[in-house]
């Protein structure tokens, strides 16, 4: 302990006893494993509408890999469709169903009976019965119709995949 005297002139103010803490270093304690971001593989060949579910994908938790159209999505699966263990590690695909090249359906088919396929939501502006139907035969987690509501599609993610 220390002694502090706190003067005015010549007569004592306050006479004030401060204790001193020596830090001592803390017990070391194992960190908690960092979360990390489920990882969303976003194709939508509408550049305004990828970077709009980007945005909203990432502020609700999400790492998310946009993908201009089925072309590069599948470059993202490849290893999944093929039978590869060494593949990303991907939460769960959104996919417009109607891009040029490949579509979101095609794609869905392809991994049909694929080991540790990652699910699919499905996101149209084409939305008939017989999409619906197509791809609940292959397996869509669900179908979105255009325009949806982003929360609906973050509800969704949340089922497969909760944000951290």
């Known amino acids: 302990m ?8 010549a007569s004592t103010v306050v006479d004030a006893t401060v204790e001193t803490l020596e830090s001592a ?8 494993a960092a979360r990390t971001c489920p990882r969303i593989l976003l194709a939508e060949d509408d550049q305004q509408m990828r970077n709009f ?4 994908l990432t502020a609700g938790g999400y790492r998310v890999i946009p ?3 089925g072309w590069e999505l599948l470059s993202h699966l490849g290893s ?3 039978g590869s263990e060494d593949h990303e590690d991907i939460a769960a695909v959104v996919s417009d169903v109607r891009m040029p090249g490949v579509n979101g359906l095609e794609v869905l088919a392809g991994g049909v ?18 999409v619906h139907d197509e791809a609940r035969h292959n397996g869509a987690w669900t ?5 949806f509501d982003v929360d609906d599609l973050l509800f ?5 995949a909760p944000p951290s």
């Open 2 to 9: 220390k002694q502090q005297q706190a003067t005015a002139g």
């Open 113 to 130: 009976g694929c080991r540790e396929f990652p699910p699919m939501i499905l996101i149209t502006a084409f939305g008939d019965q017989r």
């Open 156 to 160: 969704e993610l949340a089922l497969i």
């Open 143 to 147: 179908v979105l119709d255009k325009p």
């Open 80 to 82: 999944y469709i093929l």
């Open 67 to 69: 993908c201009e159209n």
């Open 53 to 56: 579910l980007r945005d909203a």
């Open 25 to 32: 270093p803390a017990p070391l304690r194992p960190r908690p």
